[in-house]
Nanobody
Framework: QAQLVESGGGSVQPGSSLKLSCTAS????????MGWFRQAPGKERELVAAISTDGTTRYYLRSVKTRFASSRENAKNTVYLQMNNLVPEDTAVYYC??????????????????WGQGTQVTVSS
């Protein structure tokens, strides 16, 4: 059974950094596009970043484009989200997700087939 497990969330002050990790099992990781979504209280879940199967193509939400970076290590079945200069508006539950669509970066939740359980990121002074 395919499974994604996130780690690395926490509570930090504004301006801090966090690195989220998501490790996959039960699927051929290198064939899946990976996405990072987040959901803040009272808001819809939104795509924050996506990365192609080989890691060469990335998408970022405009508000995080200069601060977040996604990468992946296919040999370790792991995708990462490096988050720098965090602001309170980044507070949310962060989810990684895997999409079988391999020829483009999915932007919609419905395009992702496997989801992690989420990890909380809280940015507060």
């Amino acid at each position: 059974q395919a499974q994604l497990v996130e780690s690395g969330g926490g509570s930090v002050q504004p301006g801090s950094s966090l690195k989220l990790s998501c490790t996959a099992s039960g699927l051929v990781f290198s064939t899946y596009t990976m996405g990072w979504f987040r959901q803040a209280p009272g808001k819809e879940r939104e795509l924050v970043a996506a990365i192609s199967t080989d890691g060469t193509t990335r998408y970022y939400l405009r508000s995080v484009k200069t601060r977040f970076a996604s990468s992946r290590e296919n040999a370790k079945n792991t995708v990462y989200l490096q988050m720098n200069n965090l602001v309170p508006e980044d507070t949310a539950v962060y989810y990684c997700a895997a999409s079988r669509i391999s020829n483009r970066l999915g932007r919609l939740e419905s395009e992702y087939d496997v989801w992690g359980q989420g990890t909380q990121v809280t940015v507060s002074s």
